[in-house]
Structure formats: structure tokens, C-alpha cells
């Protein structure tokens, strides 16, 4: 069964260090999500991506996040300059058009614990 | 905001008892969308409700949806241990939303 992976699964950082977290989608899936979970909390959208450009993205996603595709695999969050308040489980996910309904298939998310 | 609420907030039930989750919304959707994500790990797709349905099964898993009421509910039946999970519904329109979710705990 095809999968999205994530890396790393936990990383811990310093507040105020830069942090890319990665994402591998699946293969022929045209849309691209991050959502991120604070422990004991509800997963909150972060963005989405679709053609190489964001289409939609969150209040909590400002200036200091940023998404990329560099290539034709890799889906990437890049957090500027880390709080603590962004130490929570970052989940990536994608989805194909499927008769006009999105179901995302999530990775097993990357924990980011800033210290 | 599409986003869904799961209400109760969390649930404990015996195995093979039935469990009930519900969950509001507050606007228009095409879809509705319940999930279930272990401790820890990602959400895992479990079923989809168009907004022309009213209800769908799946398995052991019945949902329901009152687009008048903004409303679903998910029904697991015969419950197992292997359900404990929390439990998350989501509208869309293309973006998913989800609320803080149900944690249904079945004890053998």
C-alpha cells in the first residue's frame, strides 16, 4: 500500500534554530497538506499545496513557515526561526482528486520538541 | 470554517458494545470525512459521506449525515479492543478541518 513518509520522526532544536521538516508524498497524488498537532490537541490545517503553488494556508501559518517542492518527490515545512510555542507533532499528507473528494493519506508525522 | 467537532469528547465502552461519536459543522460541504489516529500517529482515512447521502456503511462502521442539522454521526459496531483510538470528522471543500476528536477506549 503506497505511503507518505516523513523525516525525521522527532528533532529536537533550540529555540530561535531554522528546521525543515520532510516529506515524501504519494507518487502520483497532486495535493500536498501540513497539519500539525499540539500534544493532546486537535490537528490543525497549517496549508496545502497544489501546482506548485499554496492554495490555501492557516492564521497560524505566517511568515516564519514556508513550504517548498524542490523536486519531484520531496514535500518540505520549513520553520525560520523556531518558538516554543511550534513544539507539536507536524503531520504531512496528500491526496489524489478521487470523484471530486480529497481523502488524504497522512504520514506518521515528525515530532518537533523546541527546547 | 468547515471544521468538524467530535462530540463526546472521549467515550469508554466494553467490547462488543456499540459506540457512537457525533460530529458538527458549521458550513456548507461537499464531503464528509471521519478518521481514526492511534496514539501518536497519523490520522488514517476511515470513510466518506457525500453531501447527497444520508447514510453509508462501511464494515462495522455505519455514518450518518443531516446536512440540515450540519450534522454526523459515526457508529462502530461490536466493538474491539483494537478500536481504542481517537476519533476525528472533517468537512470539505477541499481542505479538511478537524475538531480536538473523540477518544474511544474499549475495554476487553
Known amino acids: 500500500e503506497p505511503e507518505v513518509t516523513q523525516t525525521p520522526s522527532h528533532q529536537v532544536t533550540q529555540m530561535g534554530q531554522e528546521v525543515i521538516l520532510r516529506c515524501v508524498p504519494i507518487s502520483n497524488h497532486l495535493y500536498f497538506y501540513w497539519y500539525r498537532q499540539i500534544l493532546g490537541q486537535k490537528v490543525e490545517f497549517l496549508v496545502s499545496?497544489?501546482?506548485?503553488?499554496?492554495?490555501?494556508k492557516s492564521e497560524i501559518f505566517d511568515d516564519q513557515f514556508s513550504v517548498e517542492r524542490p523536486d519531484g518527490s520531496n514535500f518540505t515545512l520549513k520553520i525560520r526561526s523556531t518558538k516554543l510555542e511550534d513544539s507539536a507533532m507536524y503531520f504531512c499528507?496528500?491526496?489524489?482528486?478521487?470523484?471530486?473528494?480529497?481523502?488524504?493519506?497522512f504520514g506518521a508525522g515528525s515530532r518537533l520538541t523546541v527546547l | 470554517s468547515q471544521q468538524g467537532e467530535e462530540d463526546p469528547q472521549a467515550l469508554s465502552i466494553q467490547e462488543g458494545e456499540n459506540a457512537t461519536m457525533n460530529c458538527s459543522y458549521k458550513?456548507?460541504?461537499?464531503?464528509l470525512q471521519w478518521y481514526r489516529q492511534n496514539s501518536g500517529r497519523g490520522l488514517v482515512h476511515l470513510i466518506l459521506i457525500r453531501s447527497n447521502e444520508r447514510e453509508k456503511h462501511s464494515g462495522r462502521l455505519r455514518v450518518t449525515l443531516d446536512t440540515s442539522k450540519k450534522s454526523s454521526s459515526l457508529l462502530i459496531t461490536a466493538s474491539r479492543a483494537a478500536d481504542t483510538a481517537s476519533y476525528f470528522c472533517g468537512g470539505s471543500n477541499y481542505k479538511l478541518t478537524f475538531g480536538k476528536g473523540t477518544l474511544l477506549t474499549v475495554n476487553p
Open positions: 458550513t456548507s460541504i461537499n464531503n
Open positions: 499545496f497544489y501546482n506548485n503553488e499554496i492554495s490555501e
Open positions: 499528507a496528500s491526496s489524489g482528486e478521487v470523484s471530486g473528494a480529497n481523502v488524504l493519506t
